[in-house]
């Protein structure tokens, strides 16, 4: 029998007393319930409507029936393990193949994105018989111990940063080191990074990896100057190590005009890929895509890699499904014109509004930089709380990332479309005006 609904508050005291208080809410002076959802709209328990500007991990839409429906099916035939053989498993990787490098032809399937980091950096300390790794400030590459490890925006606030890890300036042109009016920012934070790997050469330090998102996302919602992964790529393989990039935030066509967000850099291949988030549409899938040589590196060990879960018929169901719909209703096209569309209203509001110092981004991947001042920069933390916070009121869902928390980052599911684009933006605009006028 069906138990009854409980209300709000009952659930958040349900909340409160078993579950640790480090597993923090959305506003959590008022949080939200929400009991269903659907493309890119989410319902309360009172059937109020919210546009979900958020969620990248519903990354074809909330409860997609097609993607639904390829669980249900393979759930009523079979779910096991990678162990025995069965057709979703190498029909899902030659998928994935199709739409990356021909040299990242071996594939391991996980359950999240923080498994698939934390198996990247195995392989490649495997591979290169190093350890050290060099990462961005403010990166996040997940929770796990290994990972929170490389992670600036984690280990700062908890036991610091280890002899092994080496962080280099972000590839910021807004607030960095090197900005917008630089004459070739690319080549000057590549060498921020030759100048780390120089400094630990000198200290016998060996190089496994150049570990990044292709577009650092809790940092701000960065768009890294072109040419700047090709420099880097060039110096970790100089020194031994291999170039892995994360793509567990920007991943599937999200970025619009390629498929890997990698790609927007020309005429660079990494030696390892990483995927997790949208991989299976809110069903825990993830997965690592390398090379042959990597991969029989690894194997090398004589230890075998297993994962109970990785690659079960369902999971690899649902992934196919995925790829499917972004295919057939041309997602990664739709992502391109439609966050174009977003960032032209932005741009529109940038020179209407002092309080947005900049508009960045590419597909449906955008972050608006709020600043109190457009001459310092300063991050403007307090205003972009209270906008989301009045956003909130008008049923839109956005929040703040940077380490400022001043950024406000547009990661919807991909059926976002141009009324959500100018709703939004509309709402923006009337917040904004009233914070301006002290009526906020």
């Known amino acids: 029998m069906k138990a009854e609904p409980r209300c709000r508050l009952e659930t958040l005291a349900l909340r409160k007393r078993f579950l640790g208080s480090s597993c923090r809410l959305f506003f959590p002076e008022d949080p939200v319930k929400i009991t269903r959802a659907k493309g890119q709209y989410m319902y309360d328990e009172n059937g109020n409507e919210y546009l979900d500007c958020i969620n990248n991990v519903a990354h074809v839409g909330h409860c997609h029936p097609e993607v639904i429906r390829a669980a249900h099916q393979q759930n009523q035939l079979l779910n096991t393990n990678s ?25 391991y399937f996980l359950n999240s994105g923080s498994e698939a980091n934390d198996l990247a950096l195995r392989l490649a300390r495997q591979y290169t018989k190093h350890e050290d790794v060099v990462v961005m400030d403010h990166a996040y590459h997940g929770h796990l111990t290994s990972l929170i490890d490389i992670s600036p925006y984690k280990f700062r606030n908890l036991d610091g940063q280890k002899e092994w890890v080496h962080v280099v300036p972000l590839p910021d ?52 100057p072109p040419g700047y992964f090709q420099k880097v790529a060039e110096y970790i393989h100089k020194a031994g190590g291999v170039f892995i990039a994360d793509e567990i935030q920007v991943g599937f066509g999200r970025v619009g005009k390629h498929f890997w967000a990698f790609q927007l850099q020309e ?22 895509a390398t090379t042959k040589d990597i991969a029989e590196a690894f194997s090398a060990t004589g ?138």
């Open 303 to 440: 230890v075998e890699y297993f994962n109970t879960f990785g690659g079960n018929p369902v999971s690899c169901a649902i992934g196919i499904a995925v790829l499917d719909v972004i295919e057939k209703e041309q997602l990664q096209a739709h992502a391109l014109q439609v966050g174009s569309f977003l960032m032209k209203l932005l741009h529109q509001q940038k020179e209407k509004h002092p309080l947005i110092g900049d508009v960045r981004g590419a597909g449906l991947f955008i972050g608006v930089d709020l600043v109190q001042d457009q001459t310092e920069r300063s991050p403007a933390t307090k205003e972009a709380e209270l906008i989301t916070t009045r956003l909130k009121e008008e049923f839109i869902m956005l929040s703040t990332d940077g380490p400022g928390r001043n950024v406000l980052k547009f990661k919807p599911p991909l059926c976002f479309n141009k009324k959500d684009a100018q709703l939004v933006v509309d709402k923006l605009d009337k917040i904004l005006t009233e914070l301006e006028m002290g009526n906020a």
């Open 173 to 224: 042109t807004y607030r960095g080191l090197f900005r917008e009016d630089h004459k070739d920012p690319a080549s000057a934070y590549a060498s921020e990074v030759k100048k780390i790997i120089d400094q630990g050469h000198q200290k016998n330090r060996k190089f496994a990896a150049f570990f990044a998102e292709s577009l650092p996302s809790v940092a701000g919602q960065i768009i890294p």
């Open 267 to 288: 005429d660079f291949i990494p030696d390892i890929v990483t995927m997790g988030k949208p991989t299976g549409n809110g069903h825990p899938v993830s997965c690592v």
């Open 83 to 107: 162990r025995y053989l069965h057709d979703n498993l190498v029909d899902y990787a030659q998928r994935l193949s199709n739409t990356l490098p021909e040299k990242l032809c071996t594939f």
